[in-house]
């Protein structure tokens, strides 16, 4: 398990052995697990926005193509 961004709008996790992300939506408190050959594309696009971004709402355009995806509620321990 590896933490692959933690900021105000995203927690993404990845799980290699899985191969397999999951993506948290911290402003819906919604979520989704990505495998296979979603999770590579979800990888490829995570690291280009991050390497162009220059504010969050970059970030919040990105994952907004995936919120009809990210439909599990995120609970908080």
């Known amino acids: 398990m590896n933490v692959m961004l933690n900021n105000p709008v995203l927690y993404v ?42 504010e969050m709402h970059d970030f919040e355009s990105w994952i907004a193509e995936y919120g009809s995806l990210m439909n599990q509620p995120a609970i908080y321990h």
């Open 13 to 54: 996790v990845d799980y290699p052995a899985l191969n397999a992300v999951e993506v948290i939506d911290k402003r819906r408190g919604r979520g989704g697990l990505f495998r296979d050959e979603a999770a590579r594309r979800l990888r490829r696009e995570l690291v280009s926005v991050a390497q162009n971004a220059t």
